[in-house]
């Protein structure tokens, strides 16, 4: 069961934006609200109250899951508070893009932002929290935690990767990007998808460091090896 699902800039009729709205909502765990009405270019859904959040002018709408871990005051004390999708509307008011700075953890995040049409999804450094995602036949973006909650959006086809069941035949993993559906990918560990314009574009916010100077011991183990 997923914790967070959506769509974003469908070209789907209102009537048919609330059925694929429903249907994906209908994957989170719980008993999370059925939506009455959808938006004709998408939504966000969570499984709980807490792992959402709505601006009051209904512009941006938030959801996070995980255990995330804000370094500014000011959003750790929002979290506290109000919660993590709140303190992650707060961190996408003042720093955009550059949020990441500021969120540590593991966490799963979906950002949509209607001013300018824009979705924002991320997850942690370690990759432990996932998010799967895919285009649509309409020219938008299904996403969620699962693969099953993707798959629920009509525009998405279920057909198998053949790769992936090698893979996970051979390797028992599939490694990210790919999944076992051939049109869903899943981020790769500190990754962050940005759709705009009807474009998709990924990059990495975070990459390990390997740079520290070796001590003693490790001149010593080094010259064992050579």
Not at 142 to 157: E, M, Q, S, W
């Amino acid at each position: 069961m997923a914790r967070i699902c959506g769509f974003s800039a469908s070209t789907l009729s209102a009537t048919a934006a609330t059925d694929a709205g429903r249907a994906m909502a209908g994957t989170l765990e719980g008993d999370a609200p059925e939506p009455v009405t959808v938006p004709a270019g998408g939504d966000l859904y969570a499984a709980s109250a807490a792992d959402l959040y709505r601006s009051s002018d209904g512009q941006v709408t938030t959801a996070i899951e995980g255990e995330p871990r804000w370094h500014r005051r000011e959003l750790a004390a929002t979290a506290r508070e109000q919660g993590h999708a709140a303190a992650l509307a707060e961190a996408w008011r003042t720093d955009g893009e550059r949020l990441f700075t500021q969120l540590g953890g593991t966490f799963a995040l979906a950002v949509r932002d209607a001013r300018n049409d824009t979705l924002v999804l991320a997850v942690d450094r370690m990759g432990v929290r996932p998010m799967c995602y895919a285009r649509t036949a309409d020219g938008g973006v299904a996403f969620g935690t699962t693969t099953f909650a993707v798959l629920a959006h009509p525009g998405v086809d279920d057909d198998l990767s053949h790769q992936a069941i090698y893979n996970y035949v051979y390797f028992h993993v599939i490694p990210s990007p790919g999944t076992v559906f051939a049109r869903v990918a899943k981020l790769e560990p500190a990754q962050v998808l940005r759709f705009a314009g009807g474009e998709v574009h990924t990059s990495f916010y975070w990459a390990p460091r390997f740079d520290q100077p070796l001590d003693e011991r490790g001149a010593e183990l080094e010259q064992r090896l050579m």
